[in-house]
């Protein structure tokens, strides 16, 4: 590793620490996330796969589409969210109807 100087404002440090210490990180290690984050090329296909997942997290997409997005039965899409340490979502009773009206 290379030791580098970044000056940050205020307000920056004071984010960087706080997000640092929610996440048992170092600033420095934040820091480093961050660049690899911005600067690192990714595959198209990747993007599309967080973007959808993204999106299922958020309510947007059901997993039904998810899986069609990612290219993967509902099971292994389950299994897919599993690895990446996202929640399934469960519907409940009126959501459900509301999709079946909807379809």
């Known amino acids: 590793m290379k030791r580098t100087n970044v000056l940050l404002t205020d307000g920056q440090h004071k984010t960087v620490k706080a997000y640092a210490k929610r996440e048992g990180k170092t600033l420095g290690r934040m820091v480093r996330e961050a660049l690899d ?20 997290r958020e309510g ?23 690895k990446a340490g996202s929640p399934l979502l469960v519907q409940d009773a009126t959501e459900i109807k509301r999709d079946a009206d909807n379809a």
Request: no cysteine; hydrophobic share 40%; glycine share 6%.
């Open 37 to 56: 984050v911005a600067y690192q090329k990714k595959d198209p296909l990747e993007l599309r796969k967080e973007t959808a997942v993204g999106a299922y």
């Open 60 to 82: 947007f997409i059901s997993l039904g589409k998810l899986s069609e997005v990612l290219g993967l039965d509902p099971v292994s899409a389950r299994i897919y969210l599993k």
